[in-house]
């Protein structure tokens, strides 16, 4: 029988909140000798992303492959986990003024690429001076694709920086020849000493190889020069990719990647990949000049 002073309901109350507390208490006991049995977890290696900006902003020619390699770009960083990627067509952000509204300039980022920009690029003289302050004196990268060098002819820094200015493309897009004049630099490391790419190579102007160091280059010897009039080179030394340093910053360019098939190539994805790692300053890689590899001279 229950005494006077409680009644059937808050005897039930009490009853279940005793269980509560019963229950509460158990529960706390096994999360703690559950914790102490149980190795902490461990710590996550904590990896700062690079920031990556891509261009492909076309005031001439528009190539196809232009998406490929955004494309291309953006999924090396999010796969490897070693740079996120913005992509744009426009030039904007090539700035170091703070622009607002969530918007980021060149002081966030870390690599410009130019995926096969063409003609004189929508750019004041402000940003100009911004993007080669951002790679000279920021000791940022720049790596150019393709028509990279289709680009900024009215801009004679841009051709310093970049190595040169295109000049017709001798052989449109063929089975060119390659030699490998630098098999330990990292971009280039995985081709043979000598292979074929169906791509377009362009012919540099305003270039000279003692101010670059070439990668990749078109074998002379397995070149067709009869009734080209698109030959302007008369030293026929077509560089294929090359390093060089501009200021602090490091430059990578190379003509291949013209197709959009270029993109799906593992050679050339991962040259480019290589190279983005090396404008990062996460590898290392010469930027000497050196004379052209013995036999491949003027081959008329």
Not at 113 to 132: N, P, R, V, Y
């Amino acid at each position: 029988m229950l005494p006077s002073r409680f009644t059937v309901p808050s005897f039930l109350a009490l009853l279940a909140l005793s269980f509560c507390f019963l229950q509460g208490g158990l529960l706390a006991q096994d999360t703690s000798s559950g914790s102490s049995a149980m190795p902490a977890p461990p710590h996550a290696k904590q990896i700062h992303l690079k920031h990556v900006l891509v261009i492909g902003q076309t005031k001439g020619f528009e190539h196809d492959s232009i998406s490929p390699a955004m494309a291309a770009i953006y999924n090396m960083g999010k796969e490897s986990g070693l740079w996120d990627t913005m992509l744009r067509t426009d030039t904007e952000l090539l700035t170091k003024k703070d622009l607002g509204n969530n918007a980021k300039n060149l002081s966030y980022f870390d690599v410009l690429i130019f995926a096969s920009t063409t003609g004189e690029l929508e750019m004041s003289e402000s940003q100009k001076q911004d993007m080669m302050s951002f790679i000279k004196e920021d000791g940022k990268g720049f790596v150019g694709i393709h028509a990279a060098m289709d680009t900024n002819y009215k801009w004679p820094e841009y051709g310093e920086m970049i190595g040169g200015w295109f000049d017709q493309h001798p052989w449109m897009t063929f089975n060119a020849p390659i030699l490998n004049e630098a098999p330990d630099f990292p971009a280039v490391r995985h081709f043979p000493k000598a292979f074929v790419k169906y791509d377009e190579i362009y012919q540099p102007k305003a270039w000279s190889r003692d101010k670059v160091n070439v990668l990749l280059s078109l074998d002379p010897a397995k070149l067709n020069y009869s009734n080209n009039d698109r030959i302007h080179r008369t030293d026929h030394d077509f560089a294929v990719a090359w390093s060089k340093m501009y200021g602090k910053g490091r430059v990578f360019y190379s003509t291949l990647g013209h197709t959009e098939e270029a993109w799906e190539d593992p050679d050339i994805r991962k040259m480019y990949f290589e190279a983005i790692k090396w404008t990062l300053g996460m590898t290392e890689g010469s930027t000497a000049s050196h004379p052209r590899l013995p036999g491949t001279g003027d081959s008329r």
